[in-house]
């Protein structure tokens, strides 16, 4: 059974940065896609990154120049560092496997402080 549990959301300040991490059981995150999304209060859910099997990243545009997704294998576990966040960065970033995405972790909080 593959979980994926996030973490590393909370308050931050504007111009600040943060690390979420999303720890992946169940499977090796080399033999999927690990993708990065958010769901701002009355919005739709948007990707933000991916990462391939083979450790190839990409970035929707909002995301480009300021976050950047890796991994660490020996933890299972991939990473979104965020940085110069903005107050329309806040929501709940999820990570998921599969492409499209098909099975999702339980989301963490972001909230950007103005």
């Known amino acids: 059974q593959v979980q994926l549990v996030e973490s590393g959301g909370g308050l931050v300040q504007s111009g600040g940065s943060a690390r979420l991490s999303c720890v992946v059981s169940?499977?090796?995150?080399?033999?999927?896609?690990i993708g990065w999304h958010r769901q701002a209060p009355g919005r739709r859910r948007e990707a933000v990154a991916l990462?391939?099997?083979?450790?190839?990243?990409m970035y929707q545009d909002l995301a480009k120049r300021r976050f950047t997704i890796s991994r660490d294998l020996a933890k299972n576990t991939v990473y979104l560092q965020m940085d110069s966040l903005k107050p329309e960065d806040t929501a709940v970033y999820s990570c998921?496997?599969?492409?499209?995405?098909?099975?999702w972790g339980q989301g963490t909080q972001v909230t950007v402080d103005s």
């Open positions: 169940g499977m090796d995150i080399t033999t999927d896609h």
């Open positions: 998921s496997v599969g492409r499209p995405a098909r099975i």
């Open positions: 990462l391939t099997g083979d450790g190839t990243s």
